[in-house]
């Protein structure tokens, strides 16, 4: 999937907000040696902004944005923040709303008369509850080589007007497409490119200079960028996403709406004050993007209780708490508000692929520190170090490693899924009796 859609948020997080948090010099020590840490073990790259009451307590920078060249990471590079992205989107229909050009309860095809499903209503689309499921359409179905955009993936779905998977408002299932029709509402309701409208009523007036969409072509033109990469289970090396063939076409379209929004810790955190001084829309209207509208609850997925808001998951807690977070292959965007206590703390990755990111580790982590003033750096994940080293070493130099892993169970923990998708990865590269190795190595006692 092109954007992180499943988003395996834990009560973690709401031990992490919900008890008042006073940042002194120890707090930032033990974040730096936190991050400082993950990263020297290589669990992260990435930006890290931690703020209280609009001041930033917390800012670091940890690895590259180019590999390669060694370019440092900073508060002003750009990631792509994937379903970040729809944060924005929400906040431009709400503005819409807010000066009466629209209604969230209007039909979409009211303003888009082409649509064919004459029962979905913005307020659906909103809340993940169109009845759409993830893209709808296969990527697939697209152009090959060219940058896909929302007109060519609309044709196609206009073509094939693939069923609902269910009636519109009778639950949630999370969908990329929805809000690619919202950005298209958004353009015909102001007569206004998307990309346009953004800039000018969203990232100019929160002061976001380096902020905008881009596609694969557009972000090669711009400096200060972090560079998508994934540690390949193929090679055992970091590549850029973009540049693996299985993975492209999921980081490199030109679809807005949803996603390919670039953006920095910098910028975001001015986004979130100016929501905090309702410079973008007023406080009556952010309140309805906060509303608990239906359960953020998936097919095959833990229930935790949070709620589908506008663009933003809301956590079902005493305390108002919003969180917005995305990803795609090279890229994990994390963003948190604790409204109530006015804190919110972002961290953007540049070396993400779900089956051998830290990704999930950090809140853990992160409330550790918060909380109890004390460090908790997350385990390596022995698949991952196996990653590292099992597609290019020799039986003997993998059997090493395993032992190490083995006799230094407090630095490593087994993760049996990871495990078992090295094992696959191992047997399709034809590498079948480093494959039975790790399955003995690792197999139930």
């Known amino acids: 999937m092109r954007y992180l859609t499943k ?35 290589g669990q992260f790259s990435g930006s ?15 690895g590259f944005a180019d590999r390669e060249n060694e370019s440092p990471l900073n508060e002003r590079t750009l990631f ?13 229909i709400l503005q819409l709303a807010e000066n009466d050009q629209l209604n969230v309860v209007d039909h979409v095809i009211n303003h888009l008369p082409d649509f064919a499903y004459p029962n979905i209503t913005i307020h659906h689309l909103l809340i993940h509850a169109g009845g759409f499921e993830l893209d709808h359409v296969s990527l697939d179905s697209l152009p090959e080589n060219k940058i896909a955009s929302n007109q060519e993936f609309f044709e196609i779905l206009y073509s094939l007007k693939p069923p609902l998977l269910f009636v519109p408002g009778e639950r949630s299932e999370y969908s990329n497409l929805g809000y690619m029709v919202l950005a298209e509402i958004v353009e015909k309701v102001s007569g206004t490119g998307f990309k346009e409208y953004l800039k000018k009523n969203v990232f100019d007036p929160a002061n976001m200079p380096r902020t905008a969409i881009y596609n694969a072509e557009e972000i090669k033109q711009i400096d200060n960028v972090a560079k998508g990469y994934v540690l390949y289970p193929f090679t055992g090396k970091y590549e850029e996403a973009i540049n ?11 679809f807005h709406g949803d996603g390919n929004v670039y953006s920095s810790t910098l910028d975001l955190i001015n986004f979130y004050k100016a929501l905090a001084k309702n410079t973008l829309i007023s406080e009556e209207f952010l309140k309805t993007a906060f509303v608990k509208h239906i359960p953020a609850k998936m097919e095959g997925t833990p229930d935790y209780g949070h709620y ?43 070396d993400h692929l779900s089956y051998t990111s830290y ?67 191992l047997q399709q590269l034809g590498q ?14």
Not at 247 to 253: I, K, R, W
Not at 310 to 332: D, E, H, S
Request: aromatic share 12%; glycine share 6%.
């Open 244 to 254: 693996i063939p299985e993975l492209a076409a999921y980081v490199s379209s030109g």
């Open 359 to 425: 990704n999930d580790q950090i809140p853990t982590a992160l409330a550790e520190i918060l909380n109890q003033n004390q460090l908790q750096i997350p385990k390596m994940m022995a698949s991952v170090e196996l990653t590292k080293i099992a597609p290019t070493s020799t039986v003997q130099e993998l059997k090493v490693k395993i032992n190490d892993i083995k006799q230094n169970r407090e630095l490593y923990d087994l993760d049996v899924n990871g495990l078992r998708f090295l094992v696959h990865k």
């Open 7 to 41: 988003i395996a948020i834990s009560f973690i997080w709401t031990w992490l907000f919900t008890s008042i948090i006073c940042f002194g010099q120890e707090k930032t020590i033990l974040l730096d040696s936190l991050f400082g840490t993950m990263h020297d073990r």
């Open 80 to 92: 792509n923040v994937g379903s970040v992205s729809k944060a924005f989107t929400a906040i431009a």
């Open 48 to 62: 890290v902004l931690v703020a209280e009451q609009n001041q930033t307590i917390y800012s670091k920078s940890f």
């Open 308 to 350: 589908y808001g506008y663009g933003w998951l809301v956590f079902n807690t005493p305390k108002q708490i919003v969180y917005r977070g995305g990803g795609l292959q090279g890229y994990a965007s994390n963003t948190f508000w604790n409204i109530t206590d006015e804190r919110v703390i972002i961290y953007l990755i540049n």
């Open 432 to 445: 079948d009796e480093k494959a039975k190795v790790l399955m003995e190595s690792f197999k139930p006692q």
